[in-house]
């Protein structure tokens, strides 16, 4: 089986060499796919997400993404396609979700024991939308004095991240789809958003549907860890709620996630590219190391992806080997040895 590697930025190499090696460890042959982006695509094509990347990862269908350092202030950019049409993004990131036209970015946040502390029993999915929203990058400047941006909701961005969270639901045993939003005071864009959630619902009388405001949401989920199962929210309120899900299981070295599209899906990390830690060998490889396992059952290796979460979740309940942002002193070798021991001695 082949699958795309994306090394990325920062503590992205690092990470993505872990989680490779914990794939690996299940016995299972993989064919790994280096695939140039931001640096090493610039230095061999010109540019930080040429054509050739875009190519190659259709190809491949399936990848393992590190993350990308992206410029606070200058971090867009322009891709010319084949046929001459230039399409503009406000990210690296999000360029790469919309050439490859992944729609939904599922974030699962899962408490992990004593670590997770009063949040231990959290476990929920955010269902990301990921190709519209005010991240669709429409905004510009007016002089020095203003700036604005649009914010775009369609009916059928909405109903497709809408369906895929029902279905998400129905297939894994959830009860529960709520859609975050704030259509109180975004009458128009949130206001769509809801009722298409409203309108799929109705498709699924087998699964429970309601919606919250993203500023009581926030407040919920702090005070009450199971208030929420799957969550369908748009693409900035997913972006920073599970970020805050995140913190609350314990660390941002804990929480996966993926990009799937119809022909194409790429694994990475909720976090960042950690420039703080990078190169220190001490970044938690967990999050990654869990969406190579979402990356093992979205291609229906379902037994084997089981079997890496069980083992992560050894690990980190045995609170013996863990990284220093879950209060250890262990490097992200010894995570990874350990994860993979773990492995190897279940089976
Ligand atoms: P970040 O997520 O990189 O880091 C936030 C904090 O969490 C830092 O203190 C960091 O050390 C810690 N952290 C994150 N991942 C960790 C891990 N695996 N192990 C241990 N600690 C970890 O967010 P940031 O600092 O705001 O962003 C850094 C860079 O990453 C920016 O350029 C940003 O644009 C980029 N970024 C990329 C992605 C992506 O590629 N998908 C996502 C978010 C941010």
């Not at 190519?55 to 992206?70: D, F, N, Q, S, T």
């Not at 919606?211 to 748009?234: G, L």
């Not at 220190?280 to 190579?292: R, V």
Request: aromatic share 6%; net charge neutral; proline share 4%.
């Amino acid at each position: 089986m082949r699958i795309g590697i994306l090394k990325g930025n920062g503590i992205g190499p690092e990470i993505t060499a872990a989680t490779q090696q914990v794939l690996t460890a299940t016995g299972r042959l993989f064919e790994w796919v280096d695939i140039p982006i931001a640096g090493e695509a610039i230095a061999l094509h010109g540019h930080p997400l040429p054509q050739e990347t875009v190519e190659a990862l259709k190809a491949v269908r399936v990848a393992l993404k590190g993350p990308l350092i992206v410029d606070k202030l200058q971090g867009r950019l322009t891709c010319v396609h084949r046929d001459g049409t230039e399409h503009t993004y406000p990210s690296l990131n999000n360029a790469i979700r919309r050439e490859l036209a992944l729609f939904v970015n599922p974030r699962p946040i899962l408490g992990m024991g004593a670590l997770s502390g009063r949040h231990a029993s959290l476990d929920m999915v955010i269902m990301r939308e990921i190709t519209e929203d005010v991240y669709i990058g429409w905004e510009h400047q007016i002089g020095d004095i203003a700036a604005e941006a649009i914010k775009l909701t369609t009916r059928v961005a909405a109903e497709r991240v809408a369906r895929f969270s029902f279905e998400f639901a129905r297939k894994n045993g959830r009860k529960l789809v709520t859609c975050v939003h704030k259509a109180n005071v975004l009458n128009y864009t949130d206001g769509l958003f809801l009722r298409c959630c409203r309108d799929v619902a109705k498709e699924f009388p087998d699964i429970a549907f309601d919606d919250c405001m993203i500023d009581a949401a926030c407040y919920h989920v702090v005070k009450n860890p199971t208030r929420f199962d799957v969550v369908c929210t748009s693409n900035q309120y997913g972006d920073i709620f599970s970020d805050l899900g995140a913190g609350l299981i314990g660390s941002l070295g804990l929480a996966p996630g993926a990009n799937i599209g119809p022909d194409a899906a790429v694994f990475e990390a909720s976090h960042g590219a950690a420039p703080d830690i990078a190169g220190q060998g001490i970044a938690n490889p967990i999050a990654l190391i869990l969406s190579g396992a979402l990356l093992l059952r979205h291609v229906g290796l379902a037994a084997d992806a089981l079997r890496i979460e069980r083992a992560v979740r050894a690990i980190v309940l045995a609170g013996h080997v863990l990284t220093p942002d879950l209060g250890g002193n262990a490097t992200t070798q010894h995570v990874t040895n350990a994860i993979c021991a773990e492995l190897k001695s279940s089976s």
